[in-house]
């Protein structure tokens, strides 16, 4: 697996967690990254992306000052901290790379993605 999500899991609402990406091929780091979060039944959301030098970050409204994306490129590392978090939170997320160097609220622009890793907020 190429990119490797990780940090999911349950918490209480209110709660946080910060989520993982590894990229253990590297191909990833001069190029934009995201994350995206999938509901039962549902097609695939955009949560948040960033840009190859880590500036240029984007949030879906439903997250915005609530959840936080950076990424080390040293580590070749994605990350997104979710902070207060609420029971409509609770999906699947996944990261995914960019084709280009910027990220991107579009689902079409991101060409690898990672397996996603559930996270489950109780009530």
């Known amino acids: 697996v190429q990119l490797q999500a990780s940090g999911g899991g349950l918490v209480a609402a209110g709660g946080s967690l910060r989520l993982s990406c590894a990229d253990s091929t590297r191909l990833s780091s001069n190029n934009g990254m995201g994350w995206f979060r999938q509901f039962p039944g549902k097609e695939r959301d955009f949560v948040a992306s960033i840009s190859w030098n880590g500036g240029g970050a984007l949030y879906a409204d439903s997250v915005k000052d609530r959840f936080t994306i950076s990424r080390d490129r040293a580590k070749n590392t994605l990350y997104l901290q979710m902070n207060g978090l609420t029971p409509e939170d609770t999906a699947v997320y996944f990261c995914?790379?960019?084709?280009?160097?910027?990220?991107?609220?579009?689902?079409?622009?991101?060409?690898?993605w990672g397996q996603g890793t559930l996270v489950t907020v109780s009530s």
């Open positions: 995914a790379a960019a084709r280009s160097a910027w990220g991107s609220r579009i689902r079409s622009d991101y060409t690898r």
